[in-house]
């Protein structure tokens, strides 16, 4: 079964600067998709950025980027130039492509938390 | 920007009483998907659902949760019996396709969430 761990329960972050949040994975299953999601704290869900297992490119939305490494299993979030309304939480998730539900496994999150 | 919507934004119920979560996909996605969330805990997969059946389920739905789409537009998820374990997030989402995460357009798009209490 595939498994999804963030190893950062909380992070600090001076505004303005950079930060990157953790995320690594376990399958062996070729064919994946990677995406991370932004929780604030009213509660909903906001996805950010979007990773398949055979894109050559790291994506980028932004002022957010994915740094993806394939053989090491990482899918590491960077936000570029902090801003307050990043305090949120964080979470990376996966779906596989022999899922035939398209099912989003979630990782423990991170809570970010910008100082001014 | 299309958004999923969710109603009730929080509902309260007495424990054994039916609850019915209601959600307005994005319209012009197929897919769509139940997720929970217990308070201050990860996000966890309940069910998927296509074409009028469901697709995957997880072990937490149970035969005490069905889900349905009565109508174009409605998805519903229904909690015949509650437990106090049920309290949580419930969030709906849906995407426009399903290939396990190889496209971008399988990405999932989440609503507000409803918060369920059950007493």
């Known amino acids: 079964a595939q498994k999804i761990t963030q190893t950062q329960p909380g992070m600090f972050v001076q505004e303005k600067e950079a930060v990157t949040l953790d995320c690594t994975y376990d399958?062996?299953?070729?064919?994946?998709?990677l995406f991370w999601y932004k929780q604030p704290s009213s509660g909903e869900m906001i996805f950010l950025i979007y990773?398949?297992?055979?894109?050559?490119q790291n994506a980028t939305e932004g002022r957010y980027s994915l740094n993806f490494q394939k053989a090491r299993k990482s899918a590491n979030l960077v936000i570029s130039a902090s801003q307050l309304g990043d305090s949120a939480m964080y979470f990376c998730a996966m779906s596989l492509n022999n899922n035939a539900g398209n099912m989003l496994t979630f990782g423990g999150g991170t809570r970010l938390m910008v100082k001014p | 920007e299309p958004e999923v919507t969710q109603t009730p934004s929080h509902q309260v119920t007495q424990m054994g009483q039916e609850v019915i979560l209601r959600c307005v996909p994005i319209?012009?996605?197929?897919?769509f998907y139940w997720y929970r969330q217990i308070l201050g805990q990860k996000v966890e997969f309940l069910v998927s659902?296509?074409?009028?059946?469901?697709?995957?389920k997880s072990e937490i739905f149970d035969d005490q949760f069905s889900v349905e789409r009565p109508d174009g537009s409605n998805f519903t998820l229904k909690i015949r019996s509650t437990k106090l374990e049920d309290s949580a997030m419930y969030f709906c989402?849906?995407?426009?396709?399903?290939?396990?995460?190889?496209?971008?357009?399988?990405?999932?798009?989440f609503g507000p969430g409803t918060r369920l209490t059950v007493l």
């Open positions: 319209s012009n996605h197929l897919y």
């Open positions: 990773q398949g297992s055979y894109d050559q």
């Open positions: 989402a849906s995407s426009a396709s399903t290939s396990g995460g190889l496209r971008r357009t399988d990405t999932q798009y």
């Open positions: 399958t062996s299953d070729p064919s994946y998709g």
């Open positions: 659902f296509y074409n009028n059946e469901i697709s995957e």
